[in-house]
């Protein structure tokens, strides 16, 4: 067995952990109760930086978790947490003269178990339900009420309008789906970490499939052939919740990014916005700018706004006045039938010549700088 010297003793005190290079492979040397032990760095998973993740006493021994997405190695020997057969590669580590030599190939391999998803199956092979003669509308409801309070929301009501419609005239298979029902955690921001740390389906969906967004990237990615997203405006914006959904759909722009794969193809997408006070086009323009992001194409007059003005401070009125409005019933109706005529054009374009132009990660400033901790 050859051994490659790596560092001295005295650049990995007790109670640290280091990353070295073997070659071309990196390793995490790992320094704690006395003893020096080393691992593959790139964790099994998604090749997170084992070397920099946080050591802890648990369960059998001391385990390091990856930074990440949170799978865990055993320093000493490279396996998972009792009860899971995951072994991650292990090195054997001499000390000679002061200095930490590794061997240059494990003494233990690296195993990978199959891990059981197949409640995310579709979307992990990305099995699409739309077809050429499909209309399948989803509407996705963003206001936040109360379950234990029910009222009167002017955005969700327009939004059933415009379903109801879309089901009487197209004959059309439509679904809600109300943001404020789904338990769904926010976004905890793989993508600082690295673009690769933020995955398809979303990390937390993988490690967790029955957050409620799995039920949202289901229907909108696999599912509809045209999405209308309500909103009421809070502070001059979007809902909260709306912002909510839309940090989790970062998994689906950064598949350009990562992988030049275009998850969203001939879908179109519509909104309704409405509130006591104005601000309409800002809230339509930014939602729109997110959504051809993720590859939603537009029809003209894309969005339904309703707003009584700056001055209107009697609420009370709002709702009086929406229910009478001829305005409301009609675009209600005139967002569907847009859409429904893009739609048919759209189905018709060859999405292979479509182009995302987005950036890449080869198009950084920073591209071929190395990033020695990371694996990838």
């Known amino acids: 067995m050859n051994f490659i010297r790596v560092c001295h003793k005295d650049e990995l005190p007790d109670n640290s952990q280091k ?11 790992f320094h704690f109760n006395g003893k020096i032990s080393a691992i593959a760095n ?17 369960y059998d021994g001391m385990y390091v978790t990856c930074p990440w997405h949170g ?3 055993n320093i000493e020997t490279g396996s998972a947490p009792p009860g899971f057969p995951d072994q991650q590669a292990l090195y054997e580590v001499k000390i000679e003269s002061e200095f930490i030599s590794v061997s240059e190939e494990p003494i233990v391999k690296a195993h990978r178990e199959h891990h059981n998803n197949s409640l995310l199956e579709d979307l992990l092979k990305l099995k699409y339900q739309t077809s050429e003669k499909s209309l399948n509308i989803l509407g996705i409801s963003t206001t936040n009420l109360s379950s234990q309070l029910p009222r009167f929301s002017t955005s969700e009501d327009a939004l059933e309008k415009s379903l109801s419609y ?3 005239k197209y004959g059309a298979t439509t679904k809600m789906v109300k943001l404020r029902d789904l338990e769904f955690k926010n976004c905890e921001g793989y993508y600082s970490q690295h673009s690769h740390a933020c995955t398809w389906p979303c990390s937390i969906t993988e490690m967790n499939p029955e957050d409620g967004m799995t039920e949202v990237y289901e229907s909108m990615i696999l ?10 405006i809070r502070w001059g914006n979007a809902s909260a919740l709306y912002y909510k959904m839309a940090e989790r759909l970062n998994c689906v722009q950064n ?10 193809k001939n879908k179109v997408a519509s909104f309704i916005i409405t509130g006591g ?3 309409i086009q800002q809230v339509a323009g930014q939602m729109m700018c997110f959504f051809t992001d993720l590859g939603f194409t537009f029809p003209p007059f894309s969005f339904l706004g309703w707003s009584r003005g700056w001055t209107s401070e009697d609420m009370d009125k709002n709702v009086m006045q929406f229910k009478k409005s001829e305005y409301i019933k009609r675009t209600a109706n005139e967002i569907v039938d847009n859409a429904v005529e893009v739609l048919k054009q759209i189905k018709k374009i060859d999405n292979g010549n479509i182009h995302a132009i987005k950036p ?17």
Not at 223 to 232: E, F, G, N
Not at 361 to 372: A, G, Q, W
């Open 223 to 232: 599912w509809a052939d045209i999405v209308i997203v309500s909103t009421p």
């Open 360 to 376: 890449k990660r080869s198009d950084s400033l920073s591209f071929d700088i190395e990033n020695k901790d990371m694996n990838i």
């Open 71 to 73: 799978w865990e190695y």
């Open 255 to 264: 598949q350009i990014t990562i992988n030049n794969k275009v998850l969203v």
């Open 277 to 279: 006070q104005d601000n």
């Open 166 to 168: 879309a089901v009487e």
């Open 42 to 58: 790139a964790c099994l998973h998604k090749a997170g930086p084992l070397g920099l993740g946080e050591v802890a006493a648990k």
């Open 19 to 29: 990353i070295v290079n073997i070659g071309k492979k990196k390793v995490a040397l």
